[in-house]
C-alpha cells in the first residue's frame, strides 16, 4: 500500500515538472535524452532572443541632402532605410552595430554643398592708331597695357572707348551686348560680347588659379543708314570678330587681340582682366 501510494506521488511530480517546462518552453523532464534535435532548438530560440535585443532604430535629420539619396546609399550597410521627405529625416532599422555605422554615414552624406564660386569678366575695348594721338587717352590701370601696345606694335594713340563687364557662376556661359560710343572719327557700334563657358583653374599655390574661357568672342560693326524700303540697314560693315579660347591669370590683364577696320584707325583692340570671386 505504501509503495503504491509513493508511486502516484511520484507521478504526480513528474507530471507537473514536465508542465512548467512545456510553459516556460525548456524540453520536458525525461525527454531531452530521448530528443536529440531538442538542444538545437533550445539554442535558436536564444540566438533569436539575443538578435531581437540587439535591434535598435535611429532617426537621422537630413537638412542639406536629399532623404531619398541618403537613404538609398546607408542601406548598403545591411540596414532597413526609409526616407521622410516631407519632415526631412530618415529612420533607420538593424543590428545596433549596422544601424550605428549607417547613422554616422548618413551625418557624412548630410554635409551642406561647397559654396559656388562665381567669375566676373570685364573685357576694356580699346582704340588704337599708328598715325594719330587719340585725345581720350586710358586710365591709370591701362598705362601698362598702353606702353605695351605702343613699344611693341608702334602705335602713336591708344584710346580706351568702353568696358563691359559680365559676372557668371563657375562653369557657365554670359554675354552682353550695348553699343560703343562714338569718338573722334569712328562712329557708334553695335557689339556683343560673350563666351560659351567661364571655368576656374586651381593653381598649385594659393592664389595662382587661373580663368579658362572657351568659345570667346567679340563682335561689333559701324552704323549704317536704313535702305529706302526701311528693312534693313545699308552699308553695314563688320569692324571686330574675335573669336578665341584663352585662359588668363585671375585678376591679370590679358590682350586677348585686334581685328583690322575700314578707314584710318588700324583697329579695336580688347583686353580681358577675370577675377575669381568667392
Do not use: C, W
Not at 29 to 35: H, I, P, T, V
Not at 76 to 98: C, D
Not at 207 to 212: D, E, K, M, P, W
Request: aromatic share 4%; net charge negative.
Amino acid at each position: 500500500m505504501t509503495q503504491q501510494v509513493d508511486s502516484r506521488r511520484l507521478l504526480a511530480a513528474l507530471s507537473i515538472a514536465a508542465l512548467f517546462a512545456a510553459l516556460l518552453g525548456a524540453p520536458a523532464l525525461g525527454q531531452a535524452s530521448d530528443d536529440p534535435s531538442s538542444g538545437s532548438a533550445q539554442e535558436a530560440q536564444v540566438g533569436s532572443q539575443r538578435d531581437s535585443s540587439d535591434r535598435t532604430q535611429a532617426i537621422v535629420h537630413i537638412e542639406h541632402a536629399d532623404p531619398e539619396s541618403v537613404a538609398n546609399v546607408v542601406r548598403v550597410f545591411g540596414v532597413h532605410a526609409l526616407a521622410h521627405p516631407e519632415v526631412g529625416v530618415i529612420t533607420i532599422e538593424g543590428p545596433r552595430k549596422r544601424v550605428e555605422a549607417a547613422r554616422a554615414a548618413a551625418v557624412e552624406l548630410d554635409r551642406p554643398p561647397a559654396p559656388t564660386k562665381s567669375i566676373q569678366v570685364v573685357a576694356y575695348v580699346l582704340d588704337a592708331s599708328k598715325t594719330a594721338e587719340l585725345a581720350g587717352g586710358v586710365p591709370e590701370d591701362l598705362g601698362a597695357v598702353a606702353g605695351q601696345l605702343r613699344q611693341i606694335f608702334g602705335y602713336r594713340g591708344v584710346e580706351l572707348i568702353d568696358t563691359l563687364a559680365i559676372r557668371v557662376l563657375d562653369g557657365g556661359a554670359g554675354q552682353v551686348t550695348g553699343t560703343l560710343p562714338a569718338s573722334a572719327g569712328r562712329p557708334a557700334m553695335p557689339y556683343t560680347l560673350g563666351f560659351n563657358g567661364a571655368k576656374v583653374i586651381q593653381g598649385e599655390t594659393a592664389g595662382s588659379s587661373s580663368v579658362r574661357l572657351t568659345g570667346f568672342a567679340f563682335n561689333a560693326r559701324t552704323s549704317g543708314l536704313p535702305s529706302e524700303s526701311g528693312e534693313s540697314p545699308q552699308g553695314l560693315e563688320s569692324v571686330s570678330r574675335l573669336v578665341t579660347d584663352l585662359e588668363v591669370r585671375a585678376g591679370q590683364k590679358a590682350v586677348v587681340g585686334k581685328a583690322a577696320t575700314a578707314g584710318e584707325r588700324e583697329g579695336l583692340i580688347v583686353v580681358v582682366v577675370a577675377t575669381v570671386l568667392e
